[in-house]
């Protein structure tokens, strides 16, 4: 197996439930189904995008796979080894090779560390560098990311939010990771600023072969980094599929839905915008069936009752919709 096809992060039936306690003993009267079942694969050197609206459980499911937060069920192995259920004194060595990039670039910055020492200490901790090889290290990291050297004795509430963001990417990269989970990493950042944020992503990710699960709510904010993509509704994903693939010929009504919320550019044409009726659901009480059916433009009897696998319905497009061959002859004109 190549380098380029060899799996390096494979995540299987990932479930956590969070417990709903009420009463003067706590007592756990159900569970909030944050992740309910997620399986998918990231190959070396590959970006999966995963995406969905607020509260569907996609963070949730990046910091399950980083052990941040002890899944309930499943199975996560990083390059072959299942990392559930390990020692912290392995799963702290493997946290060298996998890294996570978070939304707030303010808050997941110490401010009482100026960058220098920030950077150093990392370094440290993981017997990369000390002393003159430290301080060389830290400002080849800045350069990096687009800052200057001379900056590293600031301290980051001297910096602006796009900067933060280039600072918690050095931080993530100045242990050499193989895998990289940027936890919706511009959504807290002008429009602006998050094109300059993900052109940069994506160029470390080929001059680095670095491999990304890139999370994010916003399908066009994806579209450009991303060689497949997932949705992800209510604790499961939807649809799976190469990214040209999704955009061009989605095969879930909720990845349309999705679709249609972007803004075009061409100002000749008018968009048809999909509005989903009501809320998400509570996920301590998901809808029986397909989950997304009291929402669906395409629901049908059978939605209520059968909740549809995902499975493929192209070649590497898979989709769980019971309807999802009729996707594109439903889908109203002009989306």
């Not at 192995?77 to 060298?96: C, T």
């Not at 963001?165 to 993530?172: F, K, N, S, T, V």
């Not at 994010?216 to 994903?237: F, P, Q």
């Not at 319905?313 to 061959?325: M, Y």
């Amino acid at each position: 197996m190549t380098e380029a096809t060899r799996t390096l992060l494979e995540v299987t039936n990932l479930k956590k439930y969070f417990p709903i306690k009420k009463g003067l003993l706590s007592r756990t009267v159900g569970h909030v189904r944050a992740v309910d079942g997620v399986s998918f694969a990231v190959k070396q050197g590959e970006v999966l995008g995963l995406v969905g609206e607020s509260g569907c459980g996609k963070t949730t499911t990046g910091r399950c796979v980083l052990r941040l937060i002890e899944p309930t069920e499943g199975s996560v192995k990083f390059d072959g080894q299942e990392i559930i259920g390990l020692p912290f004194s392995e799963m702290r060595r493997l946290r060298r090779q996998m890294q996570i990039i978070f939304q707030d670039p303010y808050s997941s910055l110490n401010p009482r560390l100026s960058v220098r020492r920030m950077l150093t200490e990392v370094l440290t901790v993981h017997g990369l560098a000390n002393g003159a090889a430290a301080r060389e290290r830290v400002g080849d990291l800045l350069r990096l990311v687009g800052l200057s050297p001379s900056q590293a004795d600031r301290y980051p509430h001297e910096f602006s939010g796009g900067q933060r963001q280039r600072l918690g990417i050095a931080r993530a990269l100045a242990v050499e990771p193989k895998l990289i989970i940027a936890d919706e990493p511009v959504s807290a950042l002008d429009v602006s600023i998050q094109a300059q944020i993900v052109n940069l992503l994506r160029d470390l990710q080929k001059e680095m072969s670095l491999t990304y699960l890139f999370i994010a709510h916003d399908l066009s904010v994806v579209e450009h980094i991303s060689n497949r993509v997932a949705v992800m509704y209510l604790g499961k994903i939807v649809e799976l599929a190469p990214s040209l693939d999704l955009y061009r010929s989605p095969r879930h009504p909720y990845t349309v839905s999705l679709l249609s919320a972007i803004p075009s550019h061409d100002v000749t044409h008018k968009k048809t915008r999909i509005v989903l009726k009501g809320d998400v659901p509570n996920p301590a009480k998901p809808p029986s069936g397909c989950r997304f059916h009291p929402r669906c433009f395409m629901a049908q009897p059978v939605c209520a009752v059968e909740e549809p696998p995902l499975r493929e319905v192209a070649p590497g497009h898979c989709s769980a919709c019971h309807f999802a061959e009729e996707v594109s002859s439903k889908t109203p004109a002009g989306v």
